[in-house]
Nanobody, 123 residues
Framework: QVQLVESGGGLVQAGGSLRLSCAASGTIFSINVMGWYRQGPGKQRELVAFINSVGGESTNYADSVKGRFTISRDNAENTVYLQMNSLKPEDTDVYYC???????????????WGQGTQVTVSS
């Protein structure tokens, strides 16, 4: 089985920074895409950023976080990071990491999610 465990959430003042981490463990052959979503009460889960290691490394960000957030990954450790700078109160949400994981060579990509970590930005 595969587990994704997030850490690094918390309470920060507007303009501050936080760094989220998400480590994947278990029976993993490879992880192509890793990323972060966020969701607040009564809201749909929205994509924050993802990083794709297939064919080189490419990243993609939601318009709302471009220039403020940076996603990176350590493939050797199956870990993805989200550096969040210049945080705003509207960034307050539960942040979830996910990974598209191959359990074996030639197997399908299976999506796994972390349990979520709360980020609260005070004004």
């Amino acid at each position: 089985q595969v587990q994704l465990v997030e850490s690094g959430g918390g309470l920060v003042q507007a303009g501050g920074s936080l760094r989220l981490s998400c480590a994947a463990s278990g029976t993993i052959f490879s992880i192509n895409v890793m990323g972060w979503y966020r969701q607040g009460p009564g809201k749909q889960r929205e994509l924050v950023a993802f990083i794709n290691s297939v064919g080189g490394e490419s990243t993609n960000y939601a318009d709302s976080v471009k220039g403020r957030f940076t996603i990176s990954r350590d493939n050797a450790e199956n870990t993805v990071y989200l550096q969040m700078n210049s945080l705003k109160p509207e960034d307050t949400d539960v942040y979830y990491c996910y990974g598209d994981v191959k359990l074996r060579d030639g197997g399908p990509n299976l999506s796994y999610w972390g349990q979520g970590t709360q980020v609260t930005v005070s004004s």
